[in-house]
């Protein structure tokens, strides 16, 4: 499928350079004979049924491969689709356990039991069926740890479950393990495990309209985080959305507790509508769980509930003695929690982040973990866990990171200084917070970033192409002083149009990242909305263009700027061609909606990747737009000011428009944000490379395409502690080039 994606856009080229053309001829811009214009009516006529002809055929063909995958739900090309989707989970879960040191040497044992809230959890008939023997005498009660999680899980006739937990208990941690067991223990045919992070969907009041939003945002997460599903020639068309309504994919919806509380039972009744019998996992903070239930009087029909216990001690000093350096070290302070457990390092270390943040603060030889047993610094358990997570990020930041899972482009890779990155991250946590979400995605970033911003960018851009474009015209047929004079008031005129598009893709923006698809069915709407964006800014370009032409004209010839020298100036031919750029900009943003999603396939997807991906979509945009409108504008133009005229009006045009397709894009509007905040100190210049290094200390963590805080309290914390130091300012100086 989507074999013919090269004659796609020499199509759609030819087509805007033919329209470009015809519309000269109609005007009477281009003179030419009646046999000529025969030609090039009919040349137009049979280019735009060619183009038609292979917009049907490719509907067609979709439409085709859409009704055989309906038929035959288990084709070739969705059990290839679930094969690589089961190879990139599993891979990325993998690495995500081993950046995190779960695995170092064995995890932490995080024990589980059944709830004994019994207003959360189904009647033992709803869940276990006939499987029960004495489901009329007692409730069945399952109990393990995270060695036999999976086991338990396939012993549910439904194999629903539900997993409560304290903040910080190991929820997300259980479903990671989960998952991978399930992965390593899969059968032909079972359904793929997809640990997704609920706080991106957004349930309405409907169940059985939220089980539909609940299908497609699903299908949207898989096709955003894993985006070789979009191959639709290896996986057939929709892979994304026929994995999710044939089964194929076993969700673990990661964090109830992460949707706004007015949207929770709307959350369960939709996941209970959509999935009655079948799969999934649900995960979410005890409270927020037993609260939304309560509310909407609603439960998750036929899923066990487990609730996540407090960590033991001895498995405690088992995780934190796994090695002998460890041991030495940690020996005094154990000794101690043993003969008194209620001091308030006993009862921190309860919690399963509070123990890794632990065996990360207190790593180096230099360090003491003794020094947390003295009452009088630390006289209760919320002291203890406030010290824990101020002193993480600067630990994390003063060890040597693991190495990356390739090697770095740069020779010497760059390093920050914990002062710097602690000021960094508590940005971005306030950013996330602002935003209300738990994703780290850093398609979100111009969020951050003022719209005048995007429009003086633009504005001083187009002025200097605009300038130069002017300049080169003016000094090749009139001479240097004509030259400035062009050089000016194309270069005001960039600045108008230019600033006029830079806030129009300002106010439209937000759009996710993609890749190249050539695609219409289904996106009528965005292509007449790009039509109608496109047409207003080549209005602006027509009344800016023309009267700045007319304006030339009139100084030249009269030597006054009046309305009377400025209207006989404004010929037909100087509208004519205003006119052309304006319909070029339109129809050129209109066949941005064309572009949709990748045809390469990937072996996994990361931030770094999806950005890779995006800017290749920005470069398609900038290659394909600037040649159209440069080539329409500046034929345009040469009919009505002389060929030179044209060629550098043409060269200016084209790359304005470039820039403005690929300003369209994520990757484009990305730049812009990174190199605001990176010069008001707000982020590092190097944000990626940053962010990144921060995943691989264990302060970050990978949820498909975005970073997440290793836990949402940590997120929290940063955002209280870069409130209190927000009356220092942000951090000045040199950013993350000067190396520590």
Do not use: C
């Amino acid at each position: 499928m989507q074999k013919p994606s090269l004659l796609a856009v020499a199509l759609g080229a030819l087509a805007v350079i033919s329209l470009g053309l015809v519309g000269n001829v109609a005007t009477s811009t281009i003179s030419l004979t009646p046999t000529g214009k025969i030609l090039v009516w009919s040349l137009a006529a049979l280019l735009a049924l060619v183009v038609i002809a292979f917009e049907v055929y490719r509907q067609w063909l979709e439409r085709r491969h859409h009704h055989s995958a309906a038929a035959a739900p288990d084709d070739e090309g969705l059990a290839q689709a679930a094969g690589a989707l089961r190879e990139a989970v599993r891979r990325q879960w993998t690495d995500e356990i081993a950046t995190r040191g779960l695995r170092r040497p064995e995890p932490l044992r995080v024990r589980w039991s059944t709830t004994r809230r019994a207003q959360v959890a189904a009647y033992p008939e709803a869940i276990f069926g006939k499987q029960s023997l004495y489901r009329r005498i007692t409730r069945p009660r399952l109990e393990g740890d995270l060695q036999n999680i999976v086991a338990k899980f396939r012993q549910l006739p439904f194999r629903q479950l539900v997993v409560l937990g304290e903040p910080g208990a190991g929820k997300s941690v259980l479903a990671i393990w989960l998952a991978l067991g399930l992965l390593a223990e899969s059968a032909q045919g079972d359904p793929v495990p997809v640990l997704l992070s609920l706080s991106s969907w957004n349930p309405g009041d409907d169940s059985r309209r939220d089980g539909e939003q609940l299908r497609t945002w699903l299908s949207r997460r898989l096709e955003q985080d894993y985006p070789f599903l979009l191959n639709t020639e290896r996986y057939g068309a929709d892979a994304a959305w026929r994995l999710v309504t044939n089964h194929k994919v076993l969700p673990i919806f990661d964090g109830v507790d992460e949707i706004p509380p007015a949207r929770r039972v709307a959350a369960i009744k939709g996941i209970d509508e959509t999935y009655g019998a079948q799969p999934f996992v649900v995960t979410s903070r005890t409270g927020e769980y037993q609260a939304a239930v309560e509310t909407g009087r609603r439960i998750l029909s036929t899923a066990a509930v487990i609730e996540l216990q407090p960590v033991d001690l001895n498995d405690v000093a088992r995780f934190l003695t796994s090695t002998p350096p460890e041991a030495a070290h940690w020996q005094l302070t154990l000794a101690t929690l043993r003969d008194h457990p209620n001091l308030p390092l006993a009862r921190a270390l309860s919690s399963p982040l509070m123990v890794a943040l632990a065996r990360g603060v207190y790593t180096e030889p230099a360090t003491d973990p003794a020094a947390m047993l003295d009452t009088n610094r630390f006289a209760d358990q919320v002291m203890i866990e406030r010290h824990l997570l101020d002193a993480f990020v600067p630990a994390a930041y003063a060890a040597s990171p693991p190495p990356p899972p390739r090697p770095p482009r740069r020779s010497s890779p760059a390093r920050w200084r914990p002062e710097r990155a602690n000021a960094w991250l508590g940005f971005l946590a306030n950013r996330m917070h602002a935003a209300a979400t738990h994703d780290l995605a850093w398609w979100r970033l111009e969020d951050a970033v003022p719209r005048y911003v995007f429009a003086v960018v633009f504005g001083l851009a187009s002025g200097f192409m605009g300038a130069v474009g002017g300049a080169i015209a003016g000094w090749i047929t009139e001479g240097p002083a004509s030259g400035w004079l062009h050089a000016l008031i194309d270069g005001v005129a960039g600045v108008v149009a230019g600033g006029v598009g830079g806030w129009i893709i300002a106010v439209a923006g937000g759009a996710a990242p993609s890749a190249v698809r050539f695609r219409l069915r289904g996106r009528v709407r965005p292509f007449r909305r790009r039509l109608a964006s496109g047409f207003a800014f080549g209005l602006v370009v027509v009344a800016v263009g023309t009267f700045m032409a007319s304006a030339v004209k009139a100084l030249k010839h009269s030597g006054s700027l009046d309305v009377t020298s400025l209207y006989r100036e404004g010929t037909p031919e100087l509208i004519a061609a205003g006119l052309a750029i304006g319909l070029a900009f339109s129809l050129v943003m209109g066949a941005g909606a064309w572009l949709g999603a990748p045809t390469e396939a990937v072996d996994s997807v990361s931030p770094v990747s999806l950005l890779r991906m995006d800017r290749d979509v920005a470069l398609a945009h900038a290659v394909i737009v600037g040649p159209m409108v440069g080539t329409v504008g500046g034929f345009a133009i040469g009919q009505a000011d002389g060929h030179v005229f044209g060629v550098a009006a043409g060269f200016a045009i084209g790359l304005i428009g470039g820039l403005m397709a690929m300003a369209r894009t994520s990757w484009g509007r990305f730049l812009i944000a990174r190199g605001w905040l990176g010069g008001r100190y707000r982020l590092p210049w190097r944000l990626m490379a940053f962010l990144d290094d921060a995943h691989r200390r264990g302060v970050l963590r990978q949820a498909g395409a975005a970073y997440q805080f290793r836990h949402a309290r940590l997120r929290d914390h940063l955002i209280a502690a870069a409130r209190r130091s927000s009356r220092t300012g942000p951090i000045t100086g040199r950013d993350d080039r000067s190396p520590v």
